[in-house]
C-alpha cells in the first residue's frame, strides 16, 4: 500500500487543532526506478526500485534525521527530492509550490531556496577551482551581485563556517577533510537557502572532526533558520542532531516518529535491529544488552519481496506479512504521531 494518505505523513495534517503550521517541504508517494536495459536494443528488462513510495513532510527550522543501510534509497531520496534526479512518479513541495510539475526556468529560481551538502568533500569540490570560485560560484549562476559583491560575500560564509576569509585563494588540497566540508557548507549557503539536504556529511571525515561539523550545522540552523533533511547511517549522530526520524528500507519508510520516541519506543523489527548495533559506553550495560542479528542479505531493489518487504529478514514475521503489503499507520497519538509499516506493531507499543 502506497504513503500517501495524509495521517501516514508523520505530522498532524491541517484539520488538526495542534498546528496550523504549513510544512516547508511536502513529499507525496514519492517514487524514483532507475531501468534495467539489455540487448543490442537495450529494451528495458526491468527496475531498480530505488525509492518506493515515500511520503513525509518538514516543517520550517526542523530537522529531519533519515536513516537505513547504504542501498536503501536514502541519497536517491534526498537528490530526487531537489529534483537533481527526476522522479518517476509522485510529488515534491516546497512551500506549497509542486517543484515536479514546475518548468526549468521556474524550477531554477527555486534552486536558490534549496541546496545540498554532498557526502565527500575530496570529490565535491572542483580541484581546479580557487575557494573562493567554488563557494561563489551559486552566487554567479544565479546573478547574485556583482564580483565585489560575491568576493565579500565569499569572505562572510567562510567566516560564518570557521574558517579564514583570506583562504580565498587557495586550492581544495591545500585543506584538510574537516575543512573540505566547511567550505561545501559554505557553498551551500551562499545563496541564503531555506532547506538543505545533508547527505551524509560527516561519513568520509575523522570520527574527532565529525562531532565539529554538527555543531557547526546545529549552530547554523539556529542562526540561518535553516531546514534540513539529514541523511546518516550514524543513529548516535542523527539523534543528537534531528527532531524527528525517519527510518528507511528497501525503498520505503517503515518509522517516523519524534526523535526519542523512535529510539526509545521502536515499532518496527528493523528499528529495533538498527538500534541494537549502537555502542554503549557502559560495559556493564553493554555486556546485558541483547543483539539483534539479522539473518540473510538486504534483498534486490530490482526484485523485492512480496508483501513487507522486511519479511525475509524478520524474527516476527507470518504468513500475512509475506503476502500483504503493511499500511503506514499512526500508532501512536494524534498529538503525537508514531508511523509504522508492520502488521504486527502492536505487539510493541
Known amino acids: ?80 527530492i531537489l529534483q537533481l534526479l527526476s522522479p518517476t512518479d509522485g510529488d515534491v513541495y516546497l512551500n506549497g509550490h509542486s517543484l515536479t510539475e514546475m518548468g526549468r526556468s521556474e524550477l531554477r529560481k527555486q534552486r536558490r531556496r534549496m541546496q545540498m551538502i554532498f557526502q565527500d568533500p575530496y570529490s565535491s569540490l572542483n580541484p581546479r577551482m580557487t575557494v573562493g570560485n567554488i563557494i561563489g560560484e551559486p552566487l554567479l549562476i544565479h546573478n547574485i551581485g556583482n564580483a565585489a559583491s560575491r568576493r565579500e560575500r565569499v569572505q562572510e560564509l567562510l567566516k560564518l563556517v570557521g574558517l579564514n576569509p583570506y583562504f580565498i585563494n587557495r586550492y581544495p588540497h591545500e585543506f584538510s577533510g574537516g575543512q573540505r566540508q566547511r567550505i561545501g557548507v559554505a557553498r551551500a549557503l551562499a545563496t541564503n537557502p531555506s532547506f538543505i539536504v545533508a547527505d551524509e556529511p560527516i561519513s568520509a571525515l575523522d570520527v574527532s572532526i565529525q562531532a565539529q561539523v554538527v555543531n557547526l550545522l546545529d549552530d547554523l540552523k539556529s542562526e540561518l533558520e535553516l531546514t534540513y533533511l539529514f541523511i546518516a ?59 539483534i542479528i539479522l539473518e540473510g542479505d538486504v534483498p534486490s531493489p530490482a526484485n523485492p519481496p512480496t508483501g513487507c518487504r522486511f519479511h525475509p529478514r524478520c524474527g516476527y514475521a507470518t504468513d500475512v506479512c509475506r503476502v500483504e503489503d503493511p499500511e503506514f499507520r499512526n500508532l501512536g497519538t494524534e498529538n503525537k504521531p508514531h508511523m509504522a509499516a508492520c502488521h504486527h506493531a502492536e505487539k510493541f507499543v
Open 1 to 80: 500500500m502506497s504513503q500517501t494518505n495524509t495521517a501516514s505523513n508523520g505530522t498532524p495534517s491541517s484539520q488538526d487543532s495542534i498546528t496550523e503550521v504549513k510544512p516547508l517541504i511536502e513529499v507525496r508517494n514519492l517514487k524514483k526506478h532507475f531501468p534495467i536495459r539489455r540487448g543490442v536494443l537495450q529494451r528495458q528488462v526491468g527496475a531498480v526500485q530505488a525509492v518506493d513510495g515515500v511520503s513525509f513532510n518538514i516543517i520550517k527550522g526542523e530537522t529531519l534525521g533519515l536513516v537505513g543501510e547504504s542501498g536503501c534509497g536514502k541519497s536517491t531520496t534526498g537528490r530526487t
Open 233 to 291: 547511517h550514524d543513529l548516535s549522530m542523527v539523534r543528537y542532531i534531528s527532531d524527528r526520524v525517519a527510518v528507511m528500507y528497501l525503498g520505503r519508510i517503515v518509522e517516523l516518529s519524534e526523535r526519542d520516541e523512535v529510539y526509545d519506543h521502536p515499532l518496527h523489527p528493523y528499528t529495533q535491529a538498527l538500534l541494537s548495533a549502537i555502542p554503549i559506553p557502559d560495559p556493564f550495560k553493554e555486556e546485558k544488552r541483547q543483539r
